[in-house]
Nanobody, 120 residues
Framework: QVQLAESGGGLVQAGGSLTLSCVAA????????MGWYRQAPGNQRELVAT???????NYADSVKGRFTISRDNSKNTVYLQMNSLKPEDTAAYYC??????????????WGQGTLVTVSS
């Protein structure tokens, strides 16, 4: 059993900041790549940012320069610092992690999502 627990979503004014957290817990032998994705009503789920176990990051063009993804491997936690928020950032944000329960099998695990609403 592997679960991702997300927190930090909420309502914020345009131009404001918000930080999301995601903690992986359960039968984890290895926690590999982690990332954040988002989905707004009527839209497909899209990649926001990813980070490897070694700390290499990748960002969607729409958030580059405004968002920062980071992780604390000792805590099995990934963060998303969101600055200069825009109304178009409004979406349900989902944490994703590539997890191995045994060092051989790998599977993608999703969090339940946390809502971020940016008002204008």
């Amino acid at each position: 059993q592997v679960q991702l627990a997300e927190s930090g979503g909420g309502l914020v004014q345009a131009g404001g900041s918000l930080t999301l957290s995601c903690v992986a817990a359960g039968s984890i032998f290895r926690l590999n790549d982690m990332g954040w994705y988002r989905q707004a009503p009527g839209n497909q789920r899209e990649l926001v940012a990813t980070i490897t176990s070694g700390g290499r990051t990748n960002y969607a063009d729409s958030v580059k320069g405004r968002f920062t993804i980071s992780r604390d491997n000792s805590k099995n936690t990934v963060y998303l610092q969101m600055n200069s928020l825009k109304p178009e950032d409004t979406a349900a944000y989902y944490c994703n992690a590539v997890v191995s329960p045994d060092g051989y099998r790998y599977l993608g695990v999703w969090g339940q999502g946390t809502l971020v609403t940016v008002s204008s």
